[in-house]
């Protein structure tokens, strides 16, 4: 029976934040999965709908179809398009199309690839007709529709029976990107078309669009489920709508282009400064690389399209402080430190949230030292468990409980809340920034975690983590190293962290804890799981407990 309420109280406390509407639509679409569309006649089609070039994201360099880190041969008629022995993710990056941008593939595999597709796959085919998957499809085909001298017919009609269909399935129940998503493969059509479907697609996609993006682009520019992966992702559709925009201004108002305008400017401001020292992003909640755009091709589409300059180098430090976010630090030259003090993204959309409030991920010498474990994959298995997890990333925990409940793949029931996260500037060659959450109130013990980190240019850190509360505890803290770093042990308590032959770097636990080396994993991009170690500190005692350890550069 215990077991039962516990499951019981998770599903509460899980629902009990879903939007009203969110809430109805995930009923009706468990009773009502797909609904099917008549097919329609295609319709007159516009060309060179794009005012520059649109931007690529990562490809392989080999003839392939690779996916997640995992490959398959690239030629059309080989391909499978419902693999079973591959993870649904991967089959929707197959249907997704995004190699039909890819220079290693030739020309007319792309060709044979959608004629393929449109003979294997009806509408409401599984994976294939995700409202998710369709729409990126959907953009992916009219990029390449438009670098085309003619597009044949049957790929006309097969497209524009994917966007009415679209239409009336839209992503309702999930929201968040899902929905922003598939308003911009909408606007897409809405452009590419010229008929009445099209004015339809124009006019749903843009109203959508509009009400999305002043939704979910925070005032201080990032998107608001939190991931930098994602926020990168949401900034190129951003993008990819202006291009549209500007290549063909009679269909839309100057105060529609102003609002992308806006939008992709703080978007832009945001990716240009919240990146680490080796230029890319954070790997904070689900993100890892290879699968958006990289922020310096983001930042040179955004120069094309609005002007955009990046922030000069400086010799001063800048400081990293964008609260709506949840994110501060600095960098300077070829250091940096993030922090994450944010919510875990929207409330009724915490689905690509990690245990990784106050966590951190630090470079040194223009190489990440402190790094966040990323994320491998969306299947509901031990790893994407274990990497969602408090102990996955440089936090503590409190007998050994998660800051927030999350579960399942993408489920989250009681959250962690940050508590006054601020930062100063730089004075005397110090910067100070402190926060706190309350993710362990819900323990016996009422507890708070609070975290002050003191970065000095002198090329050390000073971390310290207080957890409050009444009763007594064990408090872990954790630090997860690069792939191919070394810990070694040295005098007086301390550590090496060492690269080869070369010290990097040492840390110096205080010695009130017990300190161990241990093994753990990452994974930087998806599929991709790599050995790496870290440092375990632990205290126990009565609260309020301390725990602090300084990071230190080696001369």
């Known amino acids: 029976m215990n077991v039962l309420l516990k499951r019981l109280a998770l599903y509460l406390h899980t629902l009990r934040w879903l939007q009203l509407r969110q809430l109805i639509w995930q009923v009706y679409r468990r009773i009502r999965p797909v609904i099917a569309t008549p097919q329609v006649s295609a319709e007159a089609c516009r060309q060179r709908i794009a005012a520059t070039g649109f931007t690529l994201g990562p490809q392989p360099r080999q003839c392939e179809l690779r996916f997640l880190n995992i490959s398959s041969p ?8 419902h693999p079973a022995e591959r993870s649904r993710l991967w089959r929707y990056n197959l249907h997704y199309f995004d190699y039909l941008h890819w220079d290693s593939i030739p020309e007319n595999y792309k060709v044979a690839y959608i004629d393929s597709w449109i003979a294997v796959n009806p509408q409401g085919t599984a994976d294939a007709w995700e409202p998710y998957t369709l729409s990126l499809r959907v953009v992916n085909w009219i990029k390449f529709f438009n670098a085309r001298r003619a597009v044949p017919e049957v790929w006309q009609q097969s497209l524009i029976n994917q966007v009415y269909w679209l239409q009336h399935n839209l992503e309702h129940h999930i929201l968040a990107n899902h929905y922003y998503k598939n308003a911009k493969a909408l606007l897409f059509a809405g452009v590419w078309f010229e008929g009445r479907h099209g004015a339809e697609f124009l006019r749903r996609g843009l109203q959508l669009l509009v009400d999305q993006t002043r939704e979910q682009v925070l005032q201080d520019g990032g998107h608001y489920e939190r991931s930098p992966m994602y926020h990168c992702i949401v900034l190129e559709d951003c993008l990819d ?3 549209l925009m500007r290549g063909s201004p009679e269909l839309f108002a100057d105060a529609e282009v102003a609002i992308f305008t806006d939008a992709a400017s703080r978007m832009l401001r945001f990716a240009d400064e919240v990146r680490g020292a080796d230029g890319r992003i954070p790997l904070f909640n689900d993100a890892a690389f290879g699968i958006a755009a990289e922020p310096a091709d983001l930042l040179d ?15 001063q430090p800048s400081t990293i402080r964008y609260p709506q976010s949840g ?18 993204g929207p409330d009724y959309q915490p689905g690509h949230a990690h245990c990784d409030m106050l966590s951190f991920e ?5 190489r990440r030292i402190v790094v966040d474990s990323g994320v491998h994959g969306y299947d509901d298995d031990e790893t994407r468990h274990y990497l969602r997890s408090t102990a996955a990333h440089n936090t503590v925990t409190l007998d050994n409980a998660e800051q927030s409940e999350i579960w399942g793949t993408f489920r989250v029931a009681r959250r962690a809340r940050p508590l006054n996260p601020g930062i100063t500037d730089f004075l005397e060659g110090t910067q100070t920034f402190s926060g706190g959450h309350d993710g362990f109130c819900r323990l016996p013990q009422r507890a708070r975690h609070w975290r002050t980190v003191v970065s000095n240019l002198a090329g050390h850190w000073d971390i310290v983590d207080e957890v409050r509360g009444k009763g007594a505890g ?7 190293f690069a792939p191919g770093l070394v810990v070694r042990p040295v005098r007086e308590h301390g550590y090496a962290i060492v690269r080869g032959n070369t010290v990097l770097a040492h840390v110096w636990p205080d010695k009130g804890c017990d300190t161990e080396i241990v093994d753990c994993y990452v994974a930087f991009e998806f599929g991709r799981r ?5 440092l375990h500190m632990l205290r ?9 350890y300084r990071i230190e550069k080696a001369d």
């Open 362 to 366: 630090l470079c040194i010498d223009g």
């Open 540 to 548: 126990r005692g009565k609260l309020p407990l301390r725990l602090s």
């Open 530 to 534: 790599e050995n790496a170690v870290g």
């Open 327 to 344: 994110y501060y630090g600095y960098r300077h030259h070829n250091d940096s430190l993030i922090i994450d003090c944010g919510n875990l």
């Open 474 to 480: 064990v408090v872990h803290a954790y630090l997860h």
């Open 74 to 81: 690239a030629e059309p008629e080989r391909i499978d398009w």
């Open 301 to 315: 589409y955004g120069a094309r399209l609005i002007g955009f300059m990046p922030s000069a180098p400086s010799l």
């Open 241 to 243: 709508v202006l291009n």
